[in-house]
């Protein structure tokens, strides 16, 4: 039998933000979101024409993400 790996200071710490995000956190959301905006950028990137069109689909997705905070797992 295996046993799991150990918890990373990140992955801890990036859970500390998601439950600080679910309870309502304004600072730890913007943490999380900083950390994840890279990679969104890039997805977003691929599927939009226009610089503007880059700008609104993240401001949408901001939104969702923020409304979703309670179902929010990591």
């Not at 600080?20 to 950390?35: K, Q, T, V």
Request: hydrophobic residues 45%.
């Amino acid at each position: 039998m295996g046993t799991a790996a150990p918890m990373t200071t990140v992955d801890h710490d990036h859970l500390v933000l998601v439950a600080r995000f679910r309870n309502g956190d304004e600072s730890a959301f913007e943490r999380l979101w900083r950390a994840h905006l890279p990679r969104m950028l890039w997805e977003i990137d691929r599927f939009a024409v226009e610089y503007d069109d880059v700008e609104e689909l993240l401001q949408r997705t901001r939104v969702a993400v923020y409304q979703a905070r309670d179902s929010y797992a990591g």
